[in-house]
């Protein structure tokens, strides 16, 4: 399932004997899989395996026996690869022969967790949630939210600053929110940002992704994008988030009249970001929205199912083309 159905049943304190959280979002996956086990069980009751840790045969023993210490037995596992389906079912059974034991799984990084996610049923009382990369407006209450934790005030212009500065990587933000927090500062700005905080890579993934959709020349900085290690989904992800937000810029002005941001995007981005993003969104012609839209799934399709041998060659011709259709 997804991760709004998967809240509707946390709100109606819903409980499964394993659970599996995976997906684009290494944030979401991992702030899922702590929220579900301090909700079940006391800090002293959950025991965490992380990665090259996990022994298959230590795992299901301790699912299988009941704690002398705790009233609660449970097991957060991280993985950044799949188990097979014979490990995955023996664990999930272990559970359901021992209901004073869970287990969690939080799947990192870009492995392929699906097949394992289809193990997971409510037949034997199981759950998999797969998680997205948010959207840049749903990304920033993230972070209004962890920055009110931290007992932080801030500018949300600086909170879209930083999430950006990253990439939309919401563990790079969130680490930071909490070195800002240090500093005991009256109120988080972007200067403060700016001065404190430093981005992953030398290219300005919102600076590539504005120039990419006015039609310019941005062979070189996608080199060094993806060279820097940009994932090639990932940017295709971000890139149809950019448009996305054009597209409601443009429908909205076109419909009613002068975009409104906190009621397009659901927050209040910095004024020349905003100038710039309106003045992109005017300029592109509704019914090409669309063309780009498609050529966007078609792309992410190819590179999710062709047996292309060069991702990164492909994509880089693929752009250019795609930005020959804003020209």
Known sequence: MYKKEFDGLLRANKEFCAYMFYGQSDYLVEKYANLVATSVAAGEEIEKVYFDDFDFK??????????????????????????????????????NINKDSKVIFACMGDGDFKTMGGYFTTKNNSVSVRMFTPYPGEAIQILETEARALGLKYEVSALNHLYFMHRSDLNLSVNDLKKLAILNEESISSKLVEIHCFGIGSVSLE?????????????????????????????????????????????????????????????????????????????????????????????????????????????????????????
């Open 207 to 327: 600076d590539f992704l504005f120039n990419l959709l006015s039609g310019q020349l941005v062979k070189r900085d996608l080199h060094f994008l993806l060279e820097e290690g940009m994932n090639e989904i990932n940017l295709l992800t971000q890139i149809g988030a950019f448009l996305h937000q054009l597209f409601m810029i443009s429908s909205y002005s076109r419909t009613i009249g002068t975009p409104n941001p906190k009621e397009i995007l659901g927050y209040i981005p910095p004024q020349n970001i905003w100038e710039k993003k309106t003045k992109l969104a005017i300029k592109i012609k509704p019914e090409l929205f669309l063309e780009l839209f498609n050529f966007l799934n078609d792309l992410e399709l190819d590179l999710k199912s062709s047996k292309i041998p060069d991702h990164n060659a492909y994509i880089q011709a693929s752009l250019r083309k795609f930005s020959d259709k804003l020209r």
């Open 58 to 95: 230590y795992v299901k023993n301790k699912l299988l026996q009941s704690s002398l210490f705790a009233s609660r037995n449970i097991l957060l596992i991280k993985l950044n690869k799949k188990l097979n389906k014979n490990e995955t079912t023996e664990l999930i059974e272990a559970c």
